[in-house]
């Protein structure tokens, strides 16, 4: 919404600036006039382009909106009240209640509504037509009530989107670890079913060659050795599959993904040659995870990393894991060639590039949010992951 509205801005400055140039008296006035019109049309493109940057700087320091209307009300000196920028009064208390709420919105909306009556007075159009004159100072009050309704709205749509994801995240978590004991049934049915099912082959062998007097020293040891390696196969296959098992059903057995995370960057280093670290970020050491999201969320981070080696032509890869906030978030970065300027998931699905897409369906399948692109750094690719921490609080099926 804010950007939408330095969007306006811009437009409107842009519009207005030549009358305000031509309009001003040659000398100091012309220049004061020029500098205006470069520190408000640069601020408002900056905050369009990168609000999410630069947003949280305004936040932070109200004086900056109050040197920007300070700009604006040269200009609209310069350019009198019949230009396009008393439109742009008209944004700074809407930008103001968006940004600060009542408080700074009932400051902005006055400062403006005293500027642009300050402006009648001076150009004597305010003893001429007082209804008229009142015009933009009563649309800067409205605008700026206008801003807090739209800020509350935001916040309560916020709040509700935030439930709405935690309880998707659960939904998610839920799931995962249905679809994984789904999967363990099945290796269960093709592993260790078949494998007992080869032992009762082997013993029924043996019996029959018993019964029919063919028995040989060499034939009763080959066969028990079937027997035997079948048998202890078979033990090796249940107790990993139940292993997996216990884990997935008592939540205090979950993994600690930092130091998987941390294992498999080792390993990674040691196979490829490319050095990578692996560190731990944000206030509070991570939670256990459910082995069936942990798997998810290590499998993404490892497909990362490989196509920093295969793909990035990167010297260096960055792995981070940590909370913040209510959030877990993982992060490999790598300072490669980063993806294509304008690559979509339906353009990587069409040339048959399915890492990428694998690593969105991974997830989306457990609730987690996941951002691909150069992230904060000059260079390179960022696979950013998180997970609200709501969905580690599943109770076991």
């Not at 049934?185 to 080869?198: C, F, N, Q, Y």
């Amino acid at each position: 919404m804010c950007r939408q509205v330095f969007a306006f801005r811009l437009a409107m400055i842009a519009l207005s600036a030549p009358s305000a140039l031509v309009n001003a008296a040659p000398g100091l006035a012309t220049r004061l006039v020029g500098i205006a019109v470069v520190v408000t049309v640069m601020g408002s493109y900056v905050l369009f382009r990168d609000w999410e940057r630069f947003g949280p700087l305004l936040l932070r320091h109200p004086t900056l909106l109050a040197l920007d209307t300070l700009f604006g009300a040269l200009l609209l000196i310069a350019a009198g009240t019949d230009s396009t920028l008393a439109y742009v009064s008209v944004c700074t208390p809407l930008l103001a209640g968006l940004v600060y709420g009542w408080r700074g919105a009932g400051v902005f909306a006055s400062l403006q509504s005293l500027i642009l009556l300050a402006v009648y007075a001076g150009t004597r159009e305010l003893s001429a037509n007082l209804a008229q004159s009142a015009l933009f100072p009563g649309l800067c009050v409205i605008a700026g009530a206008a801003g807090v309704t739209l800020r509350n709205l935001l916040l309560r749509f916020g709040e509700a989107t935030r439930a709405l994801t935690a309880v998707q995240a659960r939904l998610a978590v839920t799931e995962a670890v249905a679809a994984e004991r789904a999967r363990l049934a099945r290796e269960m049915h093709d592993s260790v079913a078949k494998t007992l099912h080869g032992v009762a082959l082997a013993a029924d062998g043996l019996a029959a060659s018993s019964a029919t007097g063919r028995m040989t020293p060499p034939l009763v040891e080959q066969q028990a050795e079937l027997v035997a390696r079948s048998a202890r196969r078979a033990a090796a296959e249940a107790r990993e599959l139940l292993t997996d098992l216990r884990r997935d059903t008592d939540p205090s057995h979950g993994i600690d993904v930092l130091a998987e995370l941390c294992a498999r960057t080792r390993d990674f280093t040691a196979r490829t040659g490319l050095p990578a670290a692996c560190r731990p970020t944000g206030e509070h050491g991570t939670p256990p995870v459910p082995p069936a999201v942990a798997r998810h969320l290590l499998t993404i981070a490892s497909e990362a990393m490989e196509n920093a080696h295969r793909h990035a032509a990167a010297t260096r890869v960055d792995v981070r894991a940590g909370v913040h906030g209510d959030r877990l978030r993982i992060s490999v970065h790598d300072d490669g060639t980063g993806l294509p300027p304008g690559t979509t998931l339906e353009q990587l699905r069409r040339a048959g590039h399915f890492g990428v897409v694998g690593m969105v369906e991974r997830a989306a399948s457990v609730g987690a949010r996941i951002r691909i692109g150069r992230g904060s750094r000059p260079k390179g690719t960022e696979v950013r992951l998180e997970l609200p921490l709501d969905a580690l609080t599943t109770p076991p099926a």
